[in-house]
């Protein structure tokens, strides 16, 4: 029955899962083995039984480098964030959990909504190439975007350096905001990152079989009861 999808999403007879380890919301911890733990393998695993074949995890340290990835034929679905800039050389999947980006600002710099934070001589802290900083990249005209490697160093330049503002995803920088003093998170979002199954482009059925699989998944409860399993219900959200 499966045999077209197999053929196209998984030529190697097994399922090569592509997981993003800064994602501390989706990958929550490592098992006894060193693999890796949270809604994002699970899913993996789930469309993996659903084919009825067996699959291997090909962890990355940032998302960026997953994306990259996409062309040296090393995975075969890549659970990233949908963004434009990806989508060039990414077949994305309707979402299936939303996560809301915003800012923490210091009280000092009097910005104190979203549309007050695209301004001359305003410094935006953010890690590179994250779906939210793809977004930044696209969308901010007037202030300055500074990247860092990573979510950890995009905190450590925004506090080293006394930046007005740091992006982010907004259940992060509610733990950041207990690591610093006098600052606040913005009301509202300025972008929610759909988080998606991204695949090789150029395979129909396949596409078609993982948007399925994510619409019956959401429908009868299962990414819910993901969310509840690794404790992230409310910091993420599933689409309706």
């Known amino acids: 029955m499966y045999d077209i999808i197999i053929e196209q999403l998984a030529p190697k007879g097994y399922l090569r899962a592509a997981i993003n380890l800064s994602n501390f919301l989706l990958v929550t911890g490592t098992d006894d083995q060193g693999n ?16 009825n074949i067996e699959y291997k995890l090909i962890p990355f340290k940032r998302p960026g480098e997953l994306a990259d990835a ?32 915003t800012f923490l600002v210091r009280e000092s710099s009097k ?12 410094r935006i ?24 490697k990573s979510i950890d160093l995009s905190f450590k330049i925004f506090e080293d350096n006394s930046y007005e ?24 979002a300025f972008t929610f990152i759909k988080q998606c199954i991204g695949s090789k482009p150029g395979n129909p059925e396949a596409e078609k079989f993982i ?12 990414i819910e009861s993901l969310l509840l399993k690794h404790n992230v219900l409310g910091k993420l959200s599933v689409p309706a």
Request: hydrophobic share 40%.
């Open 165 to 188: 503002v740091l992006a982010g995803l907004k259940p992060r920088l509610i733990d950041d905001l207990k690591n610093t003093k006098n600052c606040k998170i913005l009301p509202g």
């Open 36 to 51: 890796p733990e949270g809604v994002s393998p699970d899913l993996a695993k789930a469309l993996a039984n659903e084919l």
């Open 211 to 222: 948007n399925n699989f994510i619409e019956k998944n959401t429908k009868n409860g299962f």
């Open 125 to 148: 802290a953010v890690a590179e190439r994250s779906a939210y900083d793809l977004w930044l990249t696209e969308n901010i005209k007037n202030a300055e975007l500074i990247r860092a």
């Open 111 to 122: 910005i104190n909504s979203l549309k007050d934070v695209d301004k001359k001589d305003v």
């Open 70 to 101: 996409v062309i040296d034929d090393v995975w075969d679905i890549g659970n990233i964030a949908n963004e434009s800039e990806r989508a060039k050389s990414i077949t994305f999947s309707h979402p299936y959990t939303l996560i809301e980006s």
